[in-house]
Nanobody
Framework: VQLVESGGGLVQAGGSLRLSCVLS????????MGWFRQAPGKEREFVVC????????DYSGSVKGRFTMSRDNAKNTVYLQMSSLRPEDTAVYYC????????????????WGQGTQVTVSS
């Protein structure tokens, strides 16, 4: 299984970015997908996850109302639309896949991408 993220970059505070993550090597629609992020010197933290059908999402409090996760099962792709970005959103963003139920725990996710850097300048 391979996960490849893209779409990171440098943006000013208040701006937007859209991350993408493509999965290969496994049936996509049966997997819960999640986004995590890790800032320098901090632990990797949960951002959002989405059910296999895409009908349910669960956001962390720090991004709720600003970020939107979606998926396109025909393209084996998930997206993270990030708006109203803040300097504290600066981190490496990781896409992850799980065969378990929706969860915010890192341990529930078995497959991880290499990460994409998001930098928000003030």
């Amino acid at each position: 299984v391979q996960l490849v993220e893209s779409g990171g970059g440098l943006v000013q505070a208040g701006g937007s970015l859209r991350l993408s993550c493509v999965l290969s090597g496994r049936t996509f629609s049966g997997l819960v997908m999640g986004w995590f992020r890790q800032a320098p010197g901090k632990e990797r933290e949960f951002v959002v996850c989405i059910s296999g059908s895409g009908s349910r999402t669960d956001y962390s409090g720090s991004v709720k109302g600003r970020f939107t996760m979606s998926r396109d099962n025909a393209k084996n792709t998930v997206y993270l639309q990030m708006s109203s970005l803040r300097p504290e959103d600066t981190a490496v963003y990781y896409c992850a896949a799980s065969t378990e139920n929706m969860s915010s725990r890192r341990e529930a996710y078995h497959y991880w991408g290499q990460g994409t850097q998001v930098t928000v300048s003030s």
